[in-house]
DNA sequence: CTAAAAAATGAAAAGATTTCAATTTTTCAC
DNA sequence: GTGAAAAATTGAAATCTTTTCATTTTTTAG
């Protein structure tokens, strides 16, 4: 017995006719008269007798029917549930997020999303972008900004460039507005701990800038103050900068080298409702890149 | 989504790999994985993430989860009820008597099928032989007790011969040691209204016995007591008679006329457990007919 | 008694589920 | 890193269920 069988003896239980509720269900008469007859010889006793005043329910059918509208009734909450869930009045999207989009970006994200979607629920997880990655690969968040270098095999959606700033102490001034890349190359590096900024290290990887750090960090605040002190040079993303009270010199890098941040999604061809929504809303409140 | 996609995703939900999963249902691990990605494209939503250690529900499996396990549990009671009806610790069985057989078998059916099934109800539905028919066609009972000729088209397995017996008072005797229907010709009888014996009713036809009767009265008792006090005569089943403490005279009729007693079911092949045993019992403790 | 309506029936069609065989992905040990 | 083993996925074919269609039977109302 399915859940249709169960529908189509309740149907009929409840109106008292094949024939209505074949039209109440859209199937034919005779689906009604296979449903209830298979029914019957499953269950080893006749559940409708069909007789003059149509059919109604015999002894045992009477004694089913509860059982059967209780299991309805949990697949309607079910369903209900279901349509909730497509519909946005119910739902969940758990965002990884980095240092500086959760300070720049995600406010505003979030509070234009709850006005729009209110009964969906956000839940925000900050972490480097290797953790981001790996929340994303787990299931742990579903949706995650991380920047394009950095997200290896999980899709991504480019959404802006962020530029790379050279932080100097005040005492320090570049020879022009920009600093070439040879200009850095005998300075001491305050850099972050790991590759909790994997763009730069990427950057100077690139560069072959063999980087002579004494001074590992894990945030960009105590890298800024360091650099501050005079303990070095750093280089920081743009958005970054935002966030820091900071009393150093920034000037833009040659070529002008920048971080792509994206949002990336484990499947984008199969996001829960929410999620796609949010994916959405994201897209358009923050794609600059064609 | 039937019930057993549900059950499949549980199942996979406990377990976390669809390989066991599918030992468990009895399926390849192909269907399970087709049954959950057409889960998935029905619901528009992703339930579980494919990811080391194993399978994990996410976000929305695991808010889907408790509502899949309500629809499983009310399914699960059901199908106990089912097996409770089955198994005869549940059910009920109706019966409809005449009241020569409520009062003569039905004590003992009764008792000794409540021993053998005590979770088996029995309601017991006294009336006429029309009227536990009607109640037959009805579905007000399961079983009904009839006498053969009294059945119509209602199946009826006959289990017994009563014996058809005149009474009479005691002031009048017969010729012989049997009533001849000749004898009955010119006396007065006292007969049940309607035909709350058709079998006597029939008896008397078959015989051309146009009876001449000033008393109709309902029940048996009353009958035989207008006979004792010398109103007339009657027939009566001898089953009946056993009912009755009577001061008159009883004499067999020639040719030893008799109702057949039998039960009666309108699906023989469609009883509910606790009815069909109830048949088979009543058959196996009265049937003396081949 | 007949006509109309309702239900039942059996065979064919449509639809769904399951398996099979092959492939891809993941995991684990070396 | 490589390769073997395990797990999951995929698409096509096979199987099984459900539905419809056409017909028959049963029931009801005039």
Redesign the pocket.
Known sequence: ??L??YQ?FKTVADI???????DIL?????????????MESELGFSV?T??????TLTNYGEHLLPYVNAVLNSDESLQQFIADTNGLKAGKVKIGVFSSVCTNWLPQIMSSFEEKYPGVKIEVYQGSYDEVAFWLKNGVVDLGFLSVSSAGDIPIEPLCKDPLLCVLPKSMKPNGEYIEIEEMRNHSFVTQRECTDADIQNFLKENKLTVQSNYHVVDDLSTVKLVEKGFGICLMPKLCMNDIPYDVNIYPLRGNPCRIIGIAVMNRDFMAPAVRTMYNHIIQNYKELT
């Open positions: 017995m399915t249709l069988t189509v008292g006719s094949f024939r209505k509720a074949a859209g199937l034919t008469p005779s689906a009604i008269s296979h449903a209830i007859s298979s409708l069909r007789s003059k005043n149509g059919v």
